[in-house]
Nanobody, 123 residues
């Protein structure tokens, strides 16, 4: 069973940075593709970025490209989302998710989800 726990959310001013972490209790973490998604109030959950099993392939939503970076440390069973130059429109609950196989951008493709962590960017 995969259990994902996010951390690192909080309140930050526009232009600031945060780093989210997602720890996985499953010892076979290294065979999972990982994704980050976010959901703002009244909106659907949207894709932020994804990383393949060894970190060699990443994809990002256009809205976060060049500002956000996904990385992973398989020895620590953890994936990270470094968020720079944050904007008020980045305010949302951020979720990490895991799936077997290749990276995907649709939430429905991910079988395992964390509980989410709130990120609030003030203007």
């Amino acid at each position: 069973q995969v259990r994902l726990v996010e951390s690192g959310g909080g309140l930050v001013q526009a232009g600031g940075s945060l780093r989210l972490s997602c720890a996985n209790s499953e010892r076979t973490f290294s065979n999972l593709a990982m994704g980050w998604f976010r959901q703002a109030p009244g909106k659907e959950r949207e894709f932020v970025g994804t990383i393949n099993w060894n970190g060699g392939i990443t994809y990002y939503a256009e809205s976060v490209k060049d500002r956000f970076t996904i990385s992973r440390d398989n020895a620590k069973n953890t994936v990270y989302l470094q968020m720079n130059s944050l904007k008020p429109e980045d305010t949302a609950v951020y979720y990490c998710a895991a799936k077997l196989g290749n990276t995907r951008q649709a939430p429905a493709d991910y079988a395992y989800w964390g509980q989410g962590t709130q990120v609030t960017v003030s203007s």
